[in-house]
Structure formats: C-alpha cells, structure tokens
T-cell receptor, first 110, second 112 residues
C-alpha cells in the first residue's frame, strides 16, 4: 500500500522568511496530493492540493510542487506570518482513501 | 456553512466501558472516515465507509467497530475501552471519488 514520508517533523522559521515542507510517496499510482493545516484544538483543514497532471500550483503565499518521477512533493509558504503556526500534513491518494504523512509542526518566531 | 460535527469535544471513560463516538455530516457526502491522531504517529485510519451499511477496515481496526445506518451519520464504537485507546479521534467525510476530506473538530478521549 501507499506510504507517505514527511520531513521535517518540526520547523522553526523567522517571521517573514519562507518555510518548506517535503514529502515522498511510494505508490506511483497515486494521483492526488492534498495538504492540510491543523490549528490547536481544531481538525485538519485542506489548504491546497495538486493532481498528478500538474507540476506546480500556487495560492497567494502558499505553493505546492510535484515531481512525479522522483515521487516528491513539497509545500512552500512565503512571507510567513504568526497565523501560519500550526501542524501541516501532506497526503497522497489514488482513490477515495487518503494516506497522510506524520505531520510537521511549524513555529513562526517573532 | 457545511460541516462535519462530532458530538463530544472531550470524553472521559473508564476501562471496560462501551464507548460511542458520533459523527454527522451535512454535505450529503458518500464517504466517511474515522482516524485517530497520536503525537509522532500522525493520522491513522481506523475504519471507513463508502455507503450506508457499508464498512471497511482501515490500518488499525482492532478494538473498534463502526455503524453507518444513515448516510449522514458514522459512529465509532469502542467495544471495551482500554487505556491505549486514549487519543484524539477525528471524523472526516468526502464526496465519492472527489477531492480532499472535510474533518470534524475531533473528540479527545481519555480512558482511565
């Protein structure tokens, strides 16, 4: 079955700097890659997603890139702000079931 | 505002009790899922359902069962709660074959 590895587990960046979270997946049949943000006391929320026929997608300060050959995908957050502090999960799917990475706790330092 | 609602935010139960965690979605979604979330282990799939009265085991089904009598409601049952089932439980739903999940806010269950 699919396995998703996520790095780093913890990331601290200065406010205003960029943050990058990287994931790899094992099953080349996976074709959908969502990213979730989980704030304290809440369930994860979908923030951006990408499909396997696209290499990059951007939405304001966040972007996701996908390298199908290497089975890598990454989340990029630019101009980080205090409200970006949260746990971020990457995930991969080829059908209705999504497999999640273990999460990255992002700290934005003042 | 569409949502997934989990009936309890916090729950404390005794070892050996039968525990019901309820989840209701108002989006007419086909698929519903139960996950548990533990530090360092991420989200692990317990059970899921693609239709009413249908259920499939996820990665960690032992000690759990589920019920889906109506499309909008998916219940997770701990037949005899144990301390190693202390965790955050998250319910999610999605449209069939479509995009990402919508999650509930979670139920933090403590078994003492």
């Amino acid at each position: 079955g699919e396995n998703v590895e996520q790095h780093p587990s913890t990331l601290s960046v200065q406010e205003g700097d960029s943050a990058v979270i990287k994931c790899t997946y094992s099953d080349s049949a996976s074709n959908y890659f969502p990213w979730y943000k989980q704030e304290l006391g809440k369930g994860p929320q979908l923030i951006i997603d990408i499909r396997s026929n696209v290499g990059e997608k951007k939405d304001q300060r966040i972007a996701v890139t996908l390298n199908k050959t290497a089975k890598h995908f990454s989340l990029h957050i630019t101009e980080t702000q205090p409200e970006d502090s949260a746990v971020y999960f990457c995930a991969a799917s080829m059908d209705d079931k999504i497999i999640f990475g273990k999460g990255t706790r992002l700290h934005i330092l003042p | 505002d569409v949502k997934v609602t989990q009936s309890s935010r916090y729950l404390v139960k005794r070892t050996g009790e039968k525990v019901f965690l309820e989840c209701v979605q108002d989006m007419d979604h086909e698929n519903m899922f139960w996950y548990r979330q533990d530090p360092g282990l991420g989200l692990r799939l317990i059970y899921f359902s693609y239709d009413v009265k249908m259920k499939e085991k996820g990665d960690i089904p032992e000690g759990y069962s589920v019920s889906r009598e109506k499309k909008e409601r998916f219940s997770l049952i701990l037949e005899s709660a144990s301390t190693n089932q202390t965790s955050m439980y998250l319910c999610a739903s999605s449209q069939q074959g479509a995009d990402g999940y919508t999650f509930g806010s979670g139920t933090r269950l403590t078994v003492v």
